[in-house]
């Protein structure tokens, strides 16, 4: 690892924004301290990210918040922009922050083209924050990857489960997900 990269905080990546560094149509978010370059979104990802917005909302109506492709800060030097966000609610809405990892239920990221760094760089930031728990719907290989007990060192226990399978997030047990109905049917 290189130890002469400089690290970019939260705070300032909002600057830099609020300067128009960045242009409006970038799709980019800071992790670990650098700014990433998010990919395109196609087709397949945003209708996965429909299906499975639809789904919670019906699911667990306003028990939570959803928020779709907002930031979660998860320290000082990462502000992700997960696909999903199932969050607490909150009186103003977050208008004077974005949710923290304590006040998030389940971060989802939908994959299309972004598998491995999903799997490796995402899961890694949200594990170190302490995200509970964290999905990545694979909706090419038709799958969905579950990561639950976070530590500093990674995730102590991740699930590769088929489309035929049913789940519930940890915090709401009573809200059954059959794998297949996040996905395009076939």
């Given amino acids: 690892m290189l ?32 700014i990433i370059r998010m990919s395109a979104k196609g087709t397949a990802h945003e209708s996965a990210i429909t299906r499975t917005e639809r789904l ?12 779709i492709q907002s930031p979660v800060q998860l320290d000082d030097y990462s502000e992700p922009e997960p696909d999903i966000s199932v969050v607490k609610l909150n009186p103003l809405d977050y ?6 990892a304590s006040e998030v239920f389940l971060l989802i990221e939908i994959a299309d083209s972004s598998l491995k760094y999903d799997r490796e760089v995402k899961a890694m930031a949200y594990s170190k924050s302490g995200i509970i728990e964290y999905w990545i719907l694979d909706v090419n290989g038709r799958k ?43």
């Fill in 3 to 34: 130890t002469n990269i400089r690290l970019i905080s939260v705070r300032e990546y909002h600057k830099m924004a609020e300067m128009g560094i960045f242009h409006p149509e970038e799709r980019l978010e800071l992790i670990a301290g650098q």
């Fill in 56 to 67: 919670l909302r019906q699911r667990l109506g306003d028990k939570v918040l959803l928020r």
């Fill in 95 to 100: 208008e004077d922050h974005h949710p923290n």
């Fill in 144 to 186: 969905l990857y579950m990561y639950r007990l976070p530590s500093p060192d990674g995730y102590h226990s991740e699930s590769i489960l088929a489309e035929d399978v049913t789940i519930s997030p940890l915090a709401f047990p009573d809200c059954a997900i059959a794998i297949r109905e996040l996905l395009r049917k076939i």
